[in-house]
């Protein structure tokens, strides 16, 4: 696996690029074949670290997941499902968190599940312990043991009326993962509604589930006794999408993503198009380019869907540092994802970072002491820098800002960036990036 890449920046990319199967979808469209009683086949599978982790869970506790070599579909055979010692669990699970959302699926399947602590990128709180909560209150019974976290089901689960306090994905996928094949009827208000969402709700529904989703955020559940297995093909990833996006723009590029998807972008395509981006869309995917001139600034704020999505605003920002005047950046889903900005700004980019909430979008962080605003100032013209890639989303911001930038950029942890973006260097490199591998580290 690729570690370090000395990168030459100052190229346009151009060319084309395929996204495939949704990082936000996939994995937990894994998990969800845990609760059929048949195979299930998932395609558009994309080669990235979050499957491996899955695939290797799974496989610990008795799935059996095969890859057709010709087209990557992967099939999935819950029949065997079985226990696995707590130490594999913990030591496959590497920083992900996808074991808290296995938990409901297995405590279906064979009684018990175990959660090592858990990783994850360094954005913000992400605390586990709404998870554990929706799980009691579906019967669940929770040991917390040295190595992690042991659940139980002695009694079986049962139906519960659930309220988030605010529309957590993750915690959102979990009440869906556990409530299809619990006992009586489930009801989850202010529930996430992000496209992946309504995919996974479309998987379990083929495999039998009776899901309504009403509105307001509201989700009822009414729980059935067995599910089959589903074939499935897995909506586009359009945070990889919107990236290769804000690649084009901020190197003054123009990139084909084949497969972006417009219905599920359209908060993205429309600031897009407002800082000056051109945009060609087609049932086949969309073209993103740079039209020449200058690029506007303007106003972001995060949001949950349909608002502007989270993963969107890191690589967007390096555009942003090429626009002319002050854009202004008001996240509202994570309160520490501004981390990424110090590298930028040592590459000569000018981001200012406040406490407050610098927008109109009724935000959580007010207040509380999270530099969670950005002031930008452009255009600024980069140069090469060293840099340590700190997470996913900034990871390939770093890796934006490096190909926009003039000199050379030399970038450690890329590794990161397997996470969720397939074979990420022979798509740069198909676009006409000039870098040369520098380190590799071990998978």
């Not at 139906?159 to 915690?171: E, F, Q, R, T």
């Not at 479309?202 to 899901?211: E, N, R, S």
């Not at 897009?272 to 087609?282: A, E, H, S, V, Y």
């Not at 840099?387 to 911001?397: A, E, K, Q, T, V």
Request: with cysteine.
């Amino acid at each position: 696996m690729i570690g370090t890449l000395r990168i030459q920046g100052g190229e346009p990319l151009r060319g084309e690029v395929t996204v495939r199967g949704a990082k936000n979808l996939v994995p937990k469209a894994m998990v969800a074949a845990l609760l059929g009683s048949t195979p299930s086949t998932l395609r558009s599978v994309p080669e990235i670290k979050d499957v491996k982790v899955v695939t290797d869970l799974l496989s610990l506790h008795g799935v059996t997941v095969s890859k057709a070599p010709e087209t990557g579909d992967l099939e999935l055979d819950p029949t065997n499902a079985a226990a696995a010692l707590h130490a594999d669990i913990d030591a496959h699970s590497g920083d992900s968190r996808i074991p808290i959302l296995l938990c409901g699926p297995l405590l279906h399947a064979i009684g018990e599940a175990f959660i090592p602590d858990l990783g994850g990128c360094k954005i913000g709180d992400r605390p586990i312990d709404f998870h554990l909560k929706v799980l009691r209150e579906f019967g669940a019974e929770v040991d917390k043991l040295p190595s992690g976290i042991r659940m139980t089901a002695p009694k079986g689960l049962h139906g519960a009326k659930i309220d988030l306090p605010y529309p957590s994905v993750g915690a959102t996928e979990q009440v869906l993962l556990t409530a299809t094949r619990a006992e009586g009827n489930t009801e989850l208000r202010g529930a996430a509604t992000e496209p992946e969402i309504m995919d996974l709700i479309a998987i379990l529904q083929k495999m039998g589930a009776i899901i309504t989703v009403q509105t307001d955020r509201v989700i009822h559940i009414e729980g059935v006794p067995e599910l089959s297995g589903y074939n499935h093909r897995a909506l586009p990833d359009r945070i990889e999408a919107a990236s290769w996006g804000s690649a084009a723009l901020a190197t003054g590029g123009d990139i084909f993503v084949r497969g972006a998807q417009q219905a599920d972008m359209m908060a993205y395509l429309n600031t897009f198009r407002k800082i000056g981006g051109g945009l060609d869309i087609t049932d086949e995917g969309i073209r993103f380019y740079h039209p020449g001139g200058k690029l506007n600034s303007l106003i972001v704020e995060t949001n949950v869907h349909p608002g502007f999505m989270t993963d969107w605003q890191q690589p967007l920002v390096v555009a942003l540092t090429q626009a002319d005047g002050v854009s202004i950046v008001h996240e509202t889903v994570y309160e520490n994802r501004f981390g990424f900005t110090g590298a930028l700004n040592e590459m000569g980019a000018s981001i200012q970072l406040h406490r407050e909430c610098l927008g109109s979008v009724p935000c959580r962080f007010g207040q509380r002491n999270f530099l969670h605003s950005a002031v930008i100032s452009g255009p600024t013209p980069l140069h090469g820098a060293d840099i340590n890639i700190p997470d996913l989303r900034g990871g390939f911001s770093h890796l934006i800002a490096a190909l926009a930038a003039q000199g050379d950029s030399l970038v450690s942890g890329v590794e990161l960036i397997n996470r969720g973006y397939e074979r990420f260097v022979q798509k740069l490199e198909g676009l006409g990036a000039r870098f040369e591998v520098v380190a590799e580290v071990a998978e």
